[in-house]
């Protein structure tokens, strides 16, 4: 029998709240759809934060720029978080060993 075992901060981290700026548009569309007008930028990858909370990161490898969405379906609203130039690229290391957590989360008591 195995239990699932979750990873949990470094000893010597700290939670910090940190505010910053973001720029917020009801929907996903309106969002995505300015940076593609203006950046022309396409969706490179997404992942699921938690039920109703996703994660989208846009990209434009033409002019080395990146940015990153957060979505909110449950308050229906959309987030410019982050934006940035000279993105740098690195490969997982060979021969590196598999996790030693289980990195699949229950949200609400939900399986995955």
């Known amino acids: 029998m195995t239990a699932a075992v979750f990873a949990g901060p470094p000893k010597d981290a700290e939670r910090v709240m940190r505010p910053y700026p973001s720029i917020c548009t009801p929907t996903l569309e309106s969002l995505v759809g300015a940076l593609t ?17 996703y994660i989208m990161i846009v990209e434009n490898p033409d002019t080395n720029s990146m940015a990153i969405v957060h979505i909110d379906t449950e308050n229906e609203r959309a987030c ?14 060979e021969g590196m060993k598999p996790p030693k957590v289980d990195i699949y989360q229950s949200f609400s008591g939900e399986d995955t």
Not at 39 to 51: L, M, R, W
């Open 37 to 53: 007008e203006d950046y022309a930028v396409h969706v490179s990858i997404t992942f699921e934060e938690s039920p109703s909370s």
């Open 80 to 93: 410019l978080v982050f934006s940035g130039i000279k993105v740098l690229r690195y490969d997982r290391p």
